[in-house]
Nanobody
Framework: QVQLRDSGGGSVESGGSLRLSCEHS??????????MAWFRQAPGKEREGVAG???????MYTDSVKGRFTISQDNNKNTLYLQMSGLEPEDTAMYYC?????????????????WGQGTQVTVSS
């Protein structure tokens, strides 16, 4: 059974930093090919892929966060991270971690099967 639990959100001022964590189970294994990613959704907007990482630790980012956000994983701890720096008010959203089994590298939410409950990030100007 796959379970994801994300945490680490909060309120920061513009320019600040936060680190999101996603504890997971049932995803990683020695022979499992998977992808994990962070998504965000602001009120009235569609869910947007922010950053992704796969079982080979290859990463991908949406353009608006390149150079500011870093995705990483610690498979010994079964935890996915998103280090966010240089936060801007436009980054305000509910952030979700998600996972999928398979080799496709994508930040399209329709391809992800498993989701955390979300953690709120609010950036004030």
């Amino acid at each position: 059974q796959v379970q994801l639990r994300d945490s680490g959100g909060g309120s920061v001022e513009s320019g600040g930093s936060l680190r999101l964590s996603c504890e997971h189970s049932g995803i990683t294994g020695r022979d499992t090919i998977y992808s994990m990613a962070w998504f965000r959704q602001a009120p009235g907007k569609e869910r947007e892929g922010v950053a992704g990482i796969d079982s080979l630790s290859r990463t991908m980012y949406t353009d608006s966060v390149k150079g500011r956000f870093t995705i990483s994983q610690d498979n010994n701890k079964n935890t996915l991270y998103l280090q966010m720096s240089g936060l801007e008010p436009e980054d305000t959203a509910m952030y979700y971690c998600a996972a999928r089994i398979g080799a496709k590298r994508t930040l399209d939410p329709q391809f992800f099967n498993y989701w955390g409950q979300g953690t709120q990030v609010t950036v004030s100007s």
